[in-house]
């Protein structure tokens, strides 16, 4: 199986790029960090939002993820056509697995740049998959990298210079779909109401009144 074809039969209408929450009718939109900003009034970083950010990551995607899951690991990375020619899968994936011999089962299908941009046509989508167990991850600093976008704060993704590399985590063994876009929030779609109801009963105070309607969907 590759993510393609699993996407088809369980996802049919579904682009794996951002907003996944805004194409699926089933979803949760988390926000992150509470009320605490990003920067103290000196500029510096607010390292306690982004350990309450690590804390909710992990919480979320521990009770939805269980160690024997089979998941798809996938990476969007986007590049400049002509000045970025060689594929890095290890780059983007050799600090996250467990065992290295999975890098030799990375699949990778180049797309068309799928964000508005006035030269898009110059520049393309990469996508990274690998389809493992939970327990082959380094979860947690996964969920830190994604995090940490925007700012200079370690572990990172490595990747190319345009855009910062979009990870999803695919669980097909319960049809979830898990996304950080940034230490502001996350995004989760299932196929069937009733395998991320429980989370957004425990967690609704992490769900902003305009991102409710998600689950009266299903």
């Given at each position: 199986?590759?993510?393609?074809?699993?996407l088809k039969e369980?996802?049919?209408?579904?682009?794996?790029?951002?907003?996944?929450?805004?194409?699926?009718?089933?979803?949760?939109?988390?926000?992150?960090?509470?009320?605490?900003?990003?920067?103290?009034?000196?500029?510096?970083?607010?390292?306690?939002?982004?350990?309450?950010?690590?804390?909710?990551?992990?919480?979320?995607?521990?009770?939805?993820?269980?160690?024997?899951?089979?998941?798809?690991?996938?990476?969007?990375?986007?590049?400049?056509?002509?000045?970025?020619?060689?594929?890095?899968?290890?780059?983007?994936?050799?600090?996250?697995?467990?065992?290295?011999?999975?890098?030799?089962?990375?699949?990778?299908?180049?797309?068309?740049?799928?964000?508005?941009?006035?030269?898009?046509?110059?520049?393309?989508?990469?996508?990274?998959?690998?389809?493992?167990?939970?327990?082959?991850?380094?979860?947690?600093?996964?969920?830190?990298?994604?995090?940490?976008?925007?700012?200079?704060?370690?572990?990172?993704?490595?990747?190319y210079s345009i855009?910062?590399?979009?990870?999803?985590?695919?669980?097909?063994?319960?049809?979830?779909?898990?996304?950080?876009?940034?230490?502001?929030?996350?995004?989760?779609?299932?196929?069937?109401?009733?395998?991320?109801?429980?989370?957004?009963?425990?967690?609704?105070?992490?769900?902003?009144e305009v991102d409710?309607?998600?689950?009266?969907?299903?």
């Amino acid at each position: 199986m590759n993510i393609e074809d699993y996407l088809k039969e369980r996802f049919s209408t579904l682009e794996l790029v951002p907003s996944i929450y805004y194409q699926w009718d089933i979803g949760i939109h988390f926000s992150l960090g509470g009320e605490i900003y990003q920067l103290k009034e000196n500029d510096d970083l607010n390292l306690e939002r982004f350990r309450l950010v690590y804390k909710q990551t992990s919480v979320l995607f521990n009770e939805m993820f269980e160690q024997n899951d089979d998941l798809f690991l996938v990476t969007n990375v986007y590049k400049h056509k002509t000045k970025e020619k060689l594929t890095r899968k290890i780059k983007v994936y050799k600090s996250f697995l467990k065992d290295k011999s999975h890098l030799n089962r990375i699949q990778v299908k180049t797309y068309p740049y799928p964000f508005e941009l006035d030269d898009a046509d110059e520049y393309e989508m990469q996508q990274f998959s690998l389809l493992c167990k939970r327990k082959d991850v380094r979860v947690n600093e996964l969920l830190k990298a994604a995090s940490n976008e925007d700012f200079p704060l370690k572990p990172k993704f490595g990747g190319y210079s345009i855009d910062y590399p979009d990870v999803f985590f695919v669980n097909i063994t319960k049809d979830i779909i898990f996304f950080i876009y940034d230490d502001r929030g996350c995004e989760d779609i299932a196929r069937e109401a009733k395998r991320i109801r429980p989370f957004y009963e425990k967690y609704k105070d992490w769900v902003e009144e305009v991102d409710k309607k998600g689950m009266s969907k299903g």
